[in-house]
């Protein structure tokens, strides 16, 4: 955590709690301890592309069973009733949000901005540009990362 | 308002604007579910809805081309869009409101915003 960009931070952080609490009722904390979310754990991963003003990739890893929880407080259901199907759109309708409001907090209001259709992908990193950071935060049910990639973030920095 | 239709690719978002137009007092109305702009289209063609919520980013037919149909086509022109939409900021509102739009709102929705904007529709309604 100490190497991510630190002026991704603030906007990151209040990006996925303002989704997170507004889509799952779930509080959301950045980890006091980065290296205990490393978890290995078997997950999913959605990643998203920004086209324009800037081109840079955006990724977002959850552990099954966070995605599970996370899905099921979406749809008011237990995580065992959802398919598939269900937990890869949750994922990507999560990221997509997240990086909306992100995109929107870093750049000039009069600036528009294009991002892609994520894809979700089963596993944990799928990120093919070189990477800007990881920041992982926590819920009551276990810890998520999201992934900045790509040199077109450099000219949102600062 | 008892025909509104939601266009989005995702189901958790169209399930979850459903949920918030519910809460603000429409939950009687029948909801047609469009995966994108050209099914969403489609179906308001067929039987123009009182109002269409759709999103912006969307494959086969995006939510501004959506938007661009039903504001040129004189059975639909009078149909209110609301727009609701990940990749929001004042620029492209500004874009979207000079388009027809009726309004636009961030992801997430949720319902104190959603009934704002609605309270002029709600109030034709009840006047009505």
Redesign the interface.
Known sequence: MADNPVHFTGPLTDAVRICLENMAFMSVEPPSRPEDCRSGQEGYSAVLLVHDPIQAEMQMSMPAAVLGEVAASIYASDAEELTETQRHDILAELLNTIAGLFLAELLPCEQAFRMGLPEVHKGDDHASEPQQGHWFFKTDHGCFCITLSGPGWDALAG | MNRIIIAD?????R??IRRCLEIVGLHEAEFIEAVNGNEALKIAKQEPPDLLVSDL?M?VMDGETLLKWVKTSPRLVDVPVLVI????????EA?LLELGAFAVL???V?PAPLLKVLAPLLAEDSDG
């Open positions: 690719d995702s189901d958790t978002a399930m979850f980013n494959p939409t990940s990749a929001g900021n004042p620029a492209k874009q961030n992801k997430p949720s």
